[in-house]
């Protein structure tokens, strides 16, 4: 089915959830041509230089401005927990490469899953096809760019075994039991990934990458008094094994059982345009809606984005500094190198609260003349990239988060989020509240959930009035960001910050509780 | 997967050889699906193409249970030397989960009595279509929107996008089943210059089995056009209790809420605020949902559904009282329920009489709901929440258009305000609803 033009993020497998961490740093430096992500599908599937130029060249035969080749394998492994057993295993495997040749803004693309070399020519011929000129030349030979490391592995590592797992899934459900007798389910799931990359381009570039993913997580159904209510929380992202240590059990067991608890109290708020509090941390979905995807440099080349004449302008007050980054340690938007074989960075959308740059994938950095961000990814060899957020947050400012909370009077305060939505050209969005507060006279007071909040991103960032200094990132690993029919796995971050007037599409008109 | 000779194998002969080694190396039972599909992808932008995409892919799904210890992986490597490893190597995953007796294939007898009626799901002329013709269709779609959206146009994509796929299944005792398909849809989305920085996008995508079942193509691109234009000038207005129109083509956005709650997975793992409620009315009398596997042509028709199980039409819904839930094979067994169906098909709401130009001017003042934003539904509560693009009428005269408000309610009082069915159910979707009319919604907006 075609996808509809929409931009979505959703958030793993059910309502609620969310795990916070202090941004990290960079870490680590190394050179894609070492070990060990330097020649897996050379030994693995006899993928050499030659060959790579072969495929650009037949991609180029009918011209086009460049060409690139992006193999792929990928070995995912998901156990669940059910009912006090884990007893399901899922997996896939995905293997093949995709060709895109490039015109201007216009893409040639076919892929295979059959690595032999007549499949490949095919899927190359099928990219050339959109040309009809004379061939353009590639490269002689082949670099490898220079990038960190932001997810370093064992030696070895070859994605996380499945014996490992059912001891960990046996402790969610044993620690989320012993949370209260009020928890009458529990489910759980352990998915993880091990993604192979290598990336050819007519210009000469040749990057491959090993990117491990996935997610733990248990969502828990409580009763009380006939009433039941449902939580679920996730940690995760780009790591391996050694991630998931008792404290990282123990944090997602406590969390989806005190959350789904603490739902037994909460209301939901009255509708309407109120003053709102983002808490610090996966709020931040708040940015990957309302500005990120806004800034994502296809609507904006094809000025089809409500920011695509801001560039430079004041957009904010000038505490708000709004980042795309790629560079964090293990996060789940976190890349040593983008899907068009362009190093991980960190790109400064708002800076001081001036409009400063759009993310770009190849295309729209040659558009506008810039240096591509490392923004170009894509969900898996069967689909060419696109410019995509990686890591999205806005920097701490200097209030007190007692001080933000007070400032807002009557209004409510977001703890947690599902999913969201943005409508790129209007730059409406909306965000699903899962968990939250009430502030009334400036205290945070009852328990809300279930809450879709909307605003319009341009008008949300001038209405940003304060900002606390507790920045936080997401930890989760389930999140992914739709955009096309795509889904890549992100991550966002927020310190706690007041926006002083959202719609709270509550059920009640405004005056009381429901 | 080739045999020794070279000669490529059926899909039939490769189940048959999967279920062979797969038993062979431990296993009590297998499922073996199998799955090719082809798939061309074109698009416009400002008159010429911005993308063209083509590929075919293949896929096998191989399902193994161990004693009551159970595993599926999938693969698109059908050579034997590697399936033979993915293989042991499953069966060897399934051995290490723990025990589980409610995972074993169905009993053989509930794969009886399956439908041998014609769905007529391959359009007999598909392989006929041409790139030229694929490219005719989506220029048409896209000078019919350029056209239709004037002066306001900044932009517009216009796509074609068609598959034939082929599926086989057959597991170690007795189910066997085939399928084919194709799929044609085309449509166009297009932003538009609005006050300010607003640029509203709209969009019209229609597909169906059959290309010759398509509208015109420049009727599909006017209404692209048409939808972006009636996005103009859309603003909040004062939260307000108000009739709405959800308008066919989205209203499943809401309703899906209502009916995901109904599958025995849910039920089982307490986390369906309908589990309680079979027999019981949920809704109002206007509203009845039927699954009909069976239309032809129909984008979800299927003879049986993916745990072998005949394709059968059910009410789910009669006149506001819940029938019947959605019980598949491994959650009958744990409910201790007979099964059913677990997965729908063609969902369908019966039309009612009038259009919804004659339902708008009997209200006095209301809001057709075009478009959604954001929002969830909460399976164990029942409590949605979701926002709305639309459109305010008053005494049957069109006002505004409402943008960035929101409705939220719980499903179990949001369908005893059905009120009324419209006649114009959307058929380019598994989802068959017409307009429905919801009285006193509150719609949150300033």
Same mark, same amino acid.
């Given at each position: 089915?075609?996808?509809? $033009?929409?931009?979505?993020?959703?958030?793993?497998?059910?309502?609620?959830?969310?795990?916070?961490?202090?941004?990290?740093?960079?870490?680590?430096?190394?050179?894609?041509?070492?070990?060990?992500?330097?020649?897996?599908?050379?030994?693995?599937?006899?993928?050499?230089?030659?060959?790579?130029?072969?495929?650009?060249?037949?991609?180029?035969?009918?011209?086009?401005?460049?060409?690139?080749?992006?193999?792929?394998?990928?070995?995912?492994?998901?156990?669940?927990?059910?009912?006090?057993?884990?007893?399901?295993?899922?997996?896939?495997? %995905?293997?093949?490469?995709?060709?895109?040749?490039?015109?201007?803004?216009?893409?040639?693309?076919?892929?295979?899953?059959?690595?032999?070399?007549?499949?490949?020519?095919?899927?190359?011929?099928?990219?050339?096809?959109?040309?009809?000129?004379?061939?353009?030349?590639?490269?002689?030979?082949?670099?490898?760019?220079?990038?960190?490391?932001?997810?370093?592995?064992?030696?070895?590592?070859?994605?996380?075994?499945?014996?490992?797992?059912?001891?960990?899934?046996?402790?969610?459900?044993?620690?989320?039991?012993?949370?209260? $007798?009020?928890?009458?389910?529990?489910?759980?799931?352990?998915?993880?990934?091990?993604?192979?990359?290598?990336?050819?381009?007519?210009?000469?570039?040749?990057?491959?990458?090993?990117? @491990?993913?996935?997610?733990?997580?248990?969502?828990?159904?409580?009763?009380?008094?006939?009433?039941?209510?449902?939580?679920?929380?996730?940690?995760?992202?780009?790591?391996?094994?050694?991630?998931?240590?008792?404290?990282?059990?123990?944090?997602?067991?406590?969390?989806?059982?005190?959350?789904?608890?603490?739902?037994?109290?909460?209301?939901?708020?009255?509708?309407?345009?109120?003053?709102?509090?983002?808490?610090?941390?996966?709020?931040?979905?708040?940015?990957?809606?309302?500005?990120?995807?806004?800034?994502?440099?296809?609507?904006?080349?094809?000025?089809?984005?409500?920011?695509?004449?801001?560039?430079?302008?004041?957009?904010?007050? $000038?505490?708000?500094?709004?980042?795309?980054?790629?560079?964090?340690?293990?996060?789940?938007?976190?890349?040593?190198?983008?899907?068009?074989?362009?190093?991980?960075?960190?790109?400064?959308?708002?800076?001081?609260?001036?409009?400063?740059?759009?993310?770009?994938?190849?295309?729209?950095?040659?558009?506008?003349?810039?240096?591509?961000?490392?923004?170009?990814?894509?969900?898996?060899?069967?689909?060419? $990239?696109?410019?995509?957020?990686?890591?999205?947050?806005?920097?701490?400012?200097?209030?007190?988060?007692?001080?933000?909370?007070?400032?807002?009077?009557?209004?409510?305060?977001?703890?947690?989020?599902?999913?969201?939505?943005?409508?790129?050209?209007?730059?409406?969005?909306?965000?699903?509240?899962?968990?939250?507060?009430?502030?009334?006279?400036?205290?945070?007071?009852? @328990?809300?959930?279930?809450?879709?909040?909307?605003?319009?991103?341009?008008?949300?960032?001038?209405?940003?009035?304060?900002?606390?200094?507790?920045?936080?990132?997401?930890?989760?690993?389930?999140?992914?960001?739709?955009?096309?029919?795509?889904?890549?796995?992100?991550?966002?971050?927020?310190?706690?910050?007041?926006?002083?007037?959202?719609?709270?599409?509550?059920?009640?008109?405004?005056?009381?509780? %429901? | 997967?080739?045999?020794?000779?070279?000669?490529?194998?059926?899909?039939?002969?490769?189940?048959?050889?999967?279920?062979?080694?797969?038993?062979?190396?431990?296993?009590?039972?297998?499922?073996?699906?199998?799955?090719?599909?082809?798939?061309?992808?074109?698009?416009?932008?400002?008159?010429?193409?911005?993308?063209?995409?083509?590929?075919?892919?293949?896929?096998?799904?191989?399902?193994?249970?161990?004693?009551?210890?159970?595993?599926?992986?999938?693969?698109?490597?059908?050579?034997?030397?590697?399936?033979?490893?993915?293989?042991?190597?499953?069966?060897?995953?399934?051995?290490?989960?723990?025990?589980?007796?409610?995972?074993?294939?169905?009993?053989?007898?509930?794969?009886?009595?399956?439908?041998?009626?014609?769905?007529?799901?391959?359009?007999?002329?598909?392989?006929?279509?041409?790139?030229?013709?694929?490219?005719?269709?989506?220029?048409?779609?896209?000078?019919?929107?350029?056209?239709?959206?004037?002066?306001?146009?900044?932009?517009?994509?216009?796509?074609?996008?068609?598959?034939?796929?082929?599926?086989?299944?057959?597991?170690?005792?007795?189910?066997?089943?085939?399928?084919?398909?194709?799929?044609?849809?085309?449509?166009?989305?297009?932003?538009?210059?609005?006050?300010?920085?607003?640029?509203?996008?709209?969009?019209?995508?229609?597909?169906?089995?059959?290309?010759?079942?398509?509208?015109?193509?420049?009727?599909?691109?006017?209404?692209?056009?048409?939808?972006?234009?009636?996005?103009?000038?859309?603003?909040?207005?004062?939260?307000?209790?108000?009739?709405?129109?959800?308008?066919?083509?989205?209203?499943?956005?809401?309703?899906?809420?209502?009916?995901?709650?109904?599958?025995?997975?849910?039920?089982?793992?307490?986390?369906?605020?309908?589990?309680?409620?079979?027999?019981?009315?949920?809704?109002?009398?206007?509203?009845?949902?039927?699954?009909?596997?069976?239309?032809?042509?129909?984008?979800?028709?299927?003879?049986?559904?993916?745990?072998?199980?005949?394709?059968?039409?059910?009410?789910?819904?009669?006149?506001?009282?819940?029938?019947?839930?959605?019980?598949?094979?491994?959650?009958?067994?744990?409910?201790?329920?007979?099964?059913?169906?677990?997965?729908?098909?063609?969902?369908?709401?019966?039309?009612?009489?009038?259009?919804?130009?004659?339902?708008?001017?009997?209200?006095?003042?209301?809001?057709?709901?075009?478009?959604?934003?954001?929002?969830?539904?909460?399976?164990?509560?029942?409590?949605?929440?979701?926002?709305?693009?639309?459109?305010?009428?008053?005494?049957?005269?069109?006002?505004?258009?409402?943008?960035?408000?929101?409705?939220?309610?719980?499903?179990?009082?949001?369908?005893?305000?059905?009120?009324?069915?419209?006649?114009?159910?959307?058929?380019?979707?598994?989802?068959?609803?017409?307009?429905?009319?919801?009285?006193?919604?509150?719609?949150?907006?300033?």
């Amino acid at each position: 089915m075609k996808p509809i $033009p929409r931009r979505t993020f959703i958030r793993g497998t059910a309502l609620a959830g969310g795990a916070l961490l202090f941004l990290p740093g960079i870490q680590g430096c190394r050179f894609m041509d070492g070990k060990p992500s330097g020649n897996y599908f050379l030994g693995e599937f006899g993928i050499d230089e030659t060959l790579c130029s072969k495929l650009l060249a037949k991609a180029l035969s009918r011209g086009g401005d460049f060409a690139d080749l992006y193999f792929e394998y990928t070995v995912s492994n998901y156990l669940g927990l059910e009912d006090g057993k884990v007893n399901q295993s899922y997996g896939d495997i %995905s293997l093949g490469v995709g060709i895109r040749t490039v015109m201007g803004d216009q893409i040639g693309y076919g892929y295979t899953q059959d690595l032999t070399l007549e499949s490949m020519m095919s899927a190359a011929a099928t990219a050339a096809s959109l040309c009809d000129m004379t061939a353009t030349q590639t490269a002689a030979s082949f670099s490898r760019p220079q990038s960190g490391n932001y997810y370093p592995l064992p030696d070895g590592f070859d994605g996380i075994p499945a014996q490992s797992k059912l001891p960990v899934l046996q402790q969610i459900n044993e620690k989320c039991f012993s949370y209260s $007798p009020e928890i009458i389910k529990v489910t759980g799931g352990f998915q993880s990934n091990l993604r192979r990359i290598l990336i050819a381009t007519s210009d000469g570039i040749m990057a491959e990458d090993i990117i @491990p993913g996935g997610f733990l997580y248990s969502s828990v159904i409580a009763e009380r008094d006939g009433r039941r209510e449902r939580s679920f929380y996730n940690l995760g992202g780009p790591r391996d094994f050694s991630f998931y240590t008792e404290d990282v059990i123990n944090e997602i067991a406590s969390k989806s059982a005190s959350n789904a608890i603490k739902l037994f109290d909460a209301i939901r708020p009255p509708a309407g345009e109120m003053p709102v509090v983002l808490g610090p941390g996966i709020t931040g979905i708040l940015l990957h809606e309302a500005i990120g995807h806004g800034m994502e440099a296809d609507f904006n080349r094809k000025n089809t984005s409500t920011y695509s004449t801001m560039i430079g302008k004041k957009v904010a007050e $000038p505490f708000v500094t709004i980042i795309d980054d790629a560079t964090n340690m293990n996060l789940a938007g976190s890349l040593n190198v983008d899907d068009e074989g362009t190093p991980g960075k960190k790109t400064v959308l708002v800076e001081n609260g001036i409009l400063t740059s759009y993310i770009h994938d190849r295309i729209s950095a040659k558009h506008y003349g810039v240096e591509p961000t490392g923004n170009g990814r894509r969900q898996d060899f069967m689909n060419y $990239p696109m410019p995509r957020m990686r890591n999205t947050y806005m920097l701490g400012g200097d209030a007190t988060i007692e001080d933000v909370i007070k400032a807002a009077g009557n209004g409510i305060y977001v703890e947690d989020v599902s999913n969201g939505q943005v409508k790129i050209g209007e730059g409406d969005f909306a965000f699903y509240v899962s968990q939250g507060r009430l502030i009334e006279n400036g205290k945070l007071t009852a @328990p809300i959930k279930d809450v879709n909040i909307m605003g319009n991103g341009p008008k949300m960032l001038a209405n940003i009035t304060m900002a606390a200094n507790d920045l936080e990132m997401s930890r989760g690993g389930a999140g992914q960001c739709g955009k096309n029919g795509q889904g890549v796995p992100v991550s966002f971050g927020l310190p706690t910050c007041l926006v002083k007037s959202l719609t709270v599409g509550g059920t009640e008109q405004k005056g009381g509780r %429901s | 997967m080739t045999k020794a000779t070279g000669k490529q194998m059926s899909f039939p002969e490769l189940a048959d050889w999967v279920i062979s080694r797969t038993l062979k190396a431990g296993a009590n039972d297998c499922k073996v699906s199998l799955s090719r599909r082809r798939a061309v992808e074109i698009n416009y932008r400002d008159r010429k193409p911005e993308v063209i995409k083509e590929a075919t892919t293949q896929g096998l799904y191989l399902e193994v249970f161990v004693n009551n210890r159970y595993a599926g992986q999938s693969t698109p490597d059908f050579r034997t030397k590697t399936l033979e490893t993915f293989i042991t190597d499953l069966v060897a995953n399934a051995g290490i989960m723990e025990e589980d007796p409610f995972r074993t294939l169905p009993e053989p007898k509930y794969y009886e009595g399956r439908s041998q009626a014609d769905l007529q799901l391959v359009d007999p002329d598909y392989g006929s279509l041409t790139p030229e013709e694929r490219h005719s269709m989506t220029k048409a779609v896209e000078n019919a929107c350029l056209s239709n959206g004037g002066d306001r146009v900044i932009s517009v994509e216009a796509g074609e996008y068609d598959e034939s796929y082929e599926e086989y299944v057959k597991t170690s005792n007795g189910l066997e089943g085939s399928s084919r398909g194709t799929y044609c849809n085309v449509g166009a989305s297009m932003t538009a210059q609005d006050e300010g920085d607003r640029r509203p996008a709209g969009y019209n995508y229609v597909g169906c089995r059959y290309k010759s079942d398509l509208p015109p193509m420049e009727e599909v691109g006017a209404e692209a056009a048409r939808r972006t234009l009636d996005l103009m000038g859309g603003k909040k207005i004062a939260t307000t209790k108000i009739p709405v129109i959800l308008e066919n083509r989205g209203a499943g956005r809401v309703l899906n809420g209502l009916v995901g709650p109904m599958s025995a997975g849910n039920i089982q793992q307490k986390r369906s605020f309908l589990a309680e409620k079979k027999g019981m009315p949920i809704g109002s009398r206007f509203l009845t949902v039927l699954d009909d596997p069976l239309i032809p042509r129909g984008l979800g028709s299927r003879l049986y559904d993916s745990d072998g199980f005949p394709a059968l039409k059910r009410t789910l819904i009669s006149e506001g009282v819940l029938n019947e839930f959605l019980v598949d094979w491994y959650y009958s067994r744990k409910l201790g329920w007979e099964p059913s169906s677990g997965s729908l098909s063609n969902v369908i709401i019966p039309p009612g009489t009038r259009s919804t130009g004659e339902i708008i001017r009997d209200l006095k003042r209301c809001i057709v709901v075009t478009d959604y934003i954001g929002g969830n539904s909460n399976s164990t509560t029942g409590d949605f929440s979701v926002g709305i693009i639309g459109k305010l009428y008053e005494k049957g005269e069109f006002v505004m258009n409402v943008a960035e408000m929101n409705i939220a309610d719980n499903h179990m009082n949001f369908w005893n305000r059905l009120v009324e069915v419209a006649n114009d159910p959307w058929i380019y979707s598994q989802s068959r609803f017409p307009s429905l009319v919801i009285d006193d919604v509150v719609v949150a907006g300033i």
